[in-house]
């Protein structure tokens, strides 16, 4: 069962509904928080959001893969990926726990 997508437009409508801000402040505060978590991010660092998850930085290594197609072994250069670790509390909730915080219907 596919849910629906949470758009930035979405986000913002959702801090002008329940705080009270302009439009224009609540699609600027939106960005603020989504830029300087990507800022962190970039710079390697964890995001932790209480009683949400985490967003970690992971570095790998190089290794060799296999082209599925042909068989051929290909080198994969070591990068860094991002990982989100949903604390307990946001995993009790998606499960159908009691939630604590907003709804976001």
């Given at each position: 069962m596919a849910g629906k997508t949470v758009t930035r437009a979405d986000l913002c409508e959702a801090v002008y509904q329940q705080v009270g801000l302009s439009r224009t402040?609540?699609?600027?505060?939106?960005?603020?928080?989504?830029?300087?978590?990507?800022d962190c991010l970039a710079r390697g660092e964890t995001v932790k959001l209480s009683s949400f998850g985490s967003f970690v930085v992971r570095e790998k290594g190089q290794r060799i893969g296999r082209n599925?197609?042909?068989?051929?072994?290909?080198?994969?250069?070591?990068?860094?990926v991002m990982v989100f670790k949903p604390s307990s509390i946001l995993k009790n909730r998606?499960?159908?726990?009691?939630?604590?915080?907003?709804?976001?219907?």
């Open positions: 402040e609540s699609a600027a505060l939106v960005e603020l928080v989504l830029t300087e978590i990507a599925p197609k042909t068989g051929e072994e290909v080198p994969i250069e070591p990068r860094r998606i499960n159908g726990g009691k939630s604590d915080g907003a709804d976001c219907d």
